[in-house]
């Protein structure tokens, strides 16, 4: 009989988290991460504020736990996919692979996202934590722009910064655009974006006047 009370609390425990995790994705999404508190996200939830405490330390961890979810969920998909850093990112299809891939996850999981980004800015800049956030993000990024730079390329940068400022339009962009996740708006903005770096990466396109 012990065990199984056991059990059930481990289960209850359980669905408390999951009710707690989910709330908070549709308040992150409908009102942002700042303007959410923890009783706003335990009433949605159904739950007692005390509970939420059993489960996270605060808003914080919170996110920390959507932010594992979400990653999880992404190493899944991935199984089984090699990704070498010897990828050519002055390719204009190579890059729009690589920012066509980083879209989709943040339009996808927008409600988490959206919330890392508001937490990021509103932490004190003195903390470092956006370049911290940012340069861990865009890890794969740097190392194919390293490869770019052993191969002999010239970037315009250095490939962490170069990396970390891709990275800080992303996440902008994705805080910025309204329309919903999916369709004809996402691939301009890839599109878009490709263009726009592509040159900065490359150089800038030859033109018949110069080659004369």
């Known amino acids: 009989m012990p065990q199984a009370s056991t059990a059930s ?7 408390t988290r999951a009710a707690l995790l989910d ?7 409908d009102r942002g991460y700042l303007n959410t508190k923890i009783t706003d996200i335990t009433a949605a939830a159904g739950r007692s504020t005390g509970s939420f405490y059993e489960h996270f330390a605060g808003k914080d961890e919170l996110l920390q736990a959507l932010l594992a979810e979400m990653e999880d969920a992404i190493d899944e998909r991935m ?7 010897d990828h050519d990112l002055t390719d204009r ?8 891939v980083a879209w989709t996850v943040m339009r996808q999981n927008r409600p988490v996202t959206l919330a890392l980004f508001q937490a990021m800015v509103a932490d004190d800049p003195g903390t ?5 956030d940012l340069r861990e993000q865009t890890e794969t990024i740097r190392e194919h722009l390293e490869y770019l730079v052993e191969r002999g ?4 940068g250095d490939p962490e910064f170069i990396a970390v400022a891709m990275g800080a339009m992303l996440v902008t962009l994705n805080y910025a655009v309204l329309t919903p996740p999916g369709g004809e708006d996402d691939r301009r903005v890839i599109d878009t974006l490709t263009d726009l770096l592509l040159h900065g990466l490359a150089g800038p396109a030859s033109h018949p006047a110069d080659e004369a």
């Open 153 to 156: 390329h010239q970037l315009p």
């Open 79 to 85: 199984v089984g996919l090699e990704h070498p850093r």
């Open 93 to 100: 299809d190579q890059l729009r692979d690589h920012l066509g």
């Open 128 to 132: 470092g934590r956006a370049w911290r």
């Open 9 to 15: 609390r481990k289960v209850r425990a359980a669905q």
């Open 23 to 29: 709330a908070a994705r549709r308040l992150f999404s």
